[in-house]
């Protein structure tokens, strides 16, 4: 029974000694996760080094002025009908080059050719008519003098002359007009270019204005450019303009302003500027679409900031700054930009003293703590 006894007190005493170190390791685990859960929740402090932060400094700027647009010739026509008639025969079709004077097409001079022997028929008669009335009139102007007819009898022979050569002067400009028109039955270019559109068929009956022929000359073209009126009193002919076209990838191409319209566009605001390009290979189409920059004359100085120290969010153009240990997000209102130098102005919402992140830092947040470092150059920002 003692024996027994004396078992179950060891038994005991080694599940209490048990009991003891397992409840001391619990209590060392958590004596030493304590101050890493308080290190956890502890608010960071950011640290930036002097290349970090800028301030607004006040610069000459050199800013560039986009401009678009779709390439048009400076020189095309629409070649019209000028007689009616049916077609005979085209000489030119979609895309073929036509020197000026080329013929490009014949109208049927039939009914022309019957107008014009019409007239000429009319015009013989009316000089017989002329001839018949003159020696009447000179006969009569003897008789009066001899006194053998009255004086109405010799103004009635006079009036009938000039009547007979006033219609005599009808028709002789009758002919002419006839010949005109069977002249512009042979269609010709008013001007050398490239053929853009063929609008009939050979044997298609037209009549006068009907469109035959449009033709554009490539060798020099324009951009109609829309610009902000805001903006226009920055420009002047002769400016030059870098572009590039759709379709040739980053080959760059020079124009010029050429001229300026002097009103605004309806609707819009806007003023178009016409660029200048020249085309001497031809290998620019009319119809592309091209974009580009003017480089403007340099501004007096102005306060600005890198590019790279503003952000645009919902709209909202905004820069952060670093106040009172603390980042601070603040709206700007910028100006012209410097795309050379990569500055923009700064209108306002930036104060001249404060310090702001030149670059793009991410996960930052309004209100939080941040300071320069201890070992960088330069003035501790307050």
């Known amino acids: 029974m003692a024996i027994f006894t004396k078992k179950r007190v060891i038994w005991g005493l080694g599940a209490v000694l048990v009991l003891g170190l397992v409840g001391g390791g619990i209590v060392a685990r958590a004596s030493k996760e304590s101050p890493v859960s308080d290190t956890k929740n502890a608010p960071v402090t950011l640290e930036f080094s002097s290349a970090d932060l800028t301030r607004v400094e006040a610069q000459p700027l050199r800013p560039r002025l986009r401009v678009s647009g779709s390439l048009q010739p400076v020189h095309q026509t629409v070649v019209k009908a000028k007689v009616p008639g049916e077609i005979k025969s085209l000489a030119a079709r979609e895309g073929?080059?036509?020197?000026?004077?080329?013929?490009?097409?014949?109208?049927?001079?039939?009914d022309s050719e019957a107008r014009l022997a019409e007239k000429i028929g009319n015009l013989d008669a009316a000089r017989a008519q002329l001839a018949l009335a003159e020696k009447t009139r000179t006969s009569n102007l003897a008789l009066l003098k001899q006194g053998f007819i009255s004086q109405n009898a010799y103004d009635s022979a006079a009036t009938t002359f000039d009547a007979n050569r006033g219609t005599l002067h009808v028709w002789e400009a009758q002919v002419q007009l006839a010949r005109y028109a069977l002249r512009d039955a042979t269609v010709v270019a008013p001007l050398g270019g490239m053929v853009a559109k063929r609008h009939v068929q050979p044997g298609e009956r037209v009549s006068i204005d009907t469109p035959l022929f449009t033709i554009v000359d490539l060798r020099e073209l324009e951009l109609q450019a829309p610009v902000p009126a805001v903006d226009v009193p920055l420009l002047q002919a002769g400016m030059a303009v870098s572009l590039q076209v759709d379709g040739f990838g980053a080959e760059p191409f020079t124009g010029r302003i050429s001229r300026i319209n002097p009103s605004t566009e309806p609707g819009t605001r806007s003023i178009l500027v016409y660029v200048s390009l020249a085309n001497p290979g031809g290998k620019l189409r009319a119809g592309m679409f091209a974009s580009g920059e003017v480089l403007l004359a340099a501004t007096q100085p102005v306060p600005t900031l890198p590019?790279?120290?503003?952000?645009?969010?919902?709209?909202?153009?905004?820069?952060?700054?670093?106040?009172d240990g603390k980042l601070a997000r603040r709206a700007v209102s910028v100006g012209q930009r410097d795309e050379t130098q990569g500055r923009v102005e700064v209108l306002k919402g930036i104060p001249a003293d404060a310090w702001v992140l030149a670059g793009k830092f991410d996960l930052i947040k309004e209100g939080q703590a941040a300071k320069l470092k201890s070992d960088a150059p330069g003035a501790k920002p307050q």
Do not use: C, Y
């Open 96 to 110: 073929e080059a036509v020197g000026s004077g080329k013929v490009l097409a014949q109208v049927d001079t039939s």
């Open 307 to 323: 590019a790279t120290a503003l952000r645009k969010e919902g709209g909202e153009t905004f820069a952060w700054l670093l106040e």
